[in-house]
């Protein structure tokens, strides 16, 4: 591995990083997976099925971030990228803000936003703070009732996945924070890391299965986060 891709690092988020900033996780106790089938709200047959249950799912979950903050996980992420000597690439399946709130630059949400808002009718995705209604109207072309979340639903391609899988394959450090590993294409990416790179999980706590990652940090992500840059910052 060059000396570039040595220092290079990609990082993975989780719902476990937003955890402690107030927002529930998916499968954790209580989480959104115990409350909302994932096939009435979170798939495009849910949507042509019942548009207002699933624009309400999300409406509630946008106007929820107007009500917490980010957390010392999302400020160190910052601080790493701003002080690490070479690139850096933050992917977040989380759709909430808190990353880009911080202030995180290299950032994609391959999950799609919940500020967002996507026209059927013309492509355009436009910021969105309130609620989508069927009366909304696309700001770029004007039409009602073609408004959706800008989230990758579950049998959608996440975002820009070609810029991450070429950052995965030249890097020299891979950490993922806060994420069960469940779902794919996210739940792979360690395995497209070059052979070497040094690869750290950060979690509350980890399954029984055997983990494909080299270094497991046990704890809670405001505690564990700031620790590992402050580590290679040093
Ligand atoms: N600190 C660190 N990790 C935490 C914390 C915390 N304070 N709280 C919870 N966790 C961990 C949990 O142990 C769990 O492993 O965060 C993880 C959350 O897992 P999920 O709820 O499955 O969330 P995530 O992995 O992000 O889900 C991936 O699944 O439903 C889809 O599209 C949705 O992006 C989501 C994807």
């Keep these: 591995m060059g000396p570039a891709a040595s220092r290079s ?4 988020t989780g719902a476990g990083i937003s955890a402690e900033s107030g927002l529930p996780t998916f499968r954790d106790n209580g989480g959104l997976w115990e409350q909302h089938r994932v096939e009435d709200v979170a798939t495009p047959e849910a949507f042509r099925r019942n548009p207002e249950l699933v624009q309400r799912f999300y409406n509630e979950r946008r106007r929820r971030l107007g009500d917490v903050s980010p957390n010392a996980a999302h400020h160190a992420l910052v601080a790493l990228e701003q002080g690490w000597p070479g690139p850096l690439l933050l992917v977040t399946q989380n759709v909430d803000d808190l990353h880009a709130r911080v ?9 799609g936003e919940l500020l967002k808002a996507r026209c059927l009718a013309c492509g355009a995705v436009s910021t969105w703070m309130d609620d989508i209604l069927p009366e909304s109207r696309c700001p770029h072309c004007d039409l009602q009732r073609q408004l959706r979340p800008h989230i990758v639903w579950f049998g959608e391609m996440p975002l820009e996945m070609n810029r991450i899988f070429a950052a995965l394959e030249n890097c020299g450090l891979f950490v993922a924070i806060g994420t069960s590993g469940t779902v794919y294409p996210a739940a792979g990416f360690v395995n497209a890391v070059p052979p070497g790179t040094r690869t750290i999980e950060i979690n509350l706590e980890f399954p029984e299965s055997n983990t494909r990652f080299v270094e497991q940090r046990r704890g809670s992500a405001t505690e564990r986060v700031p620790e590992l840059v402050s580590e290679l910052l040093k």
């Design 103 to 111: 202030g995180s630059r290299n950032l994609i949400p391959m999950h």
């Design 9 to 12: 690092i990609v990082i993975l």
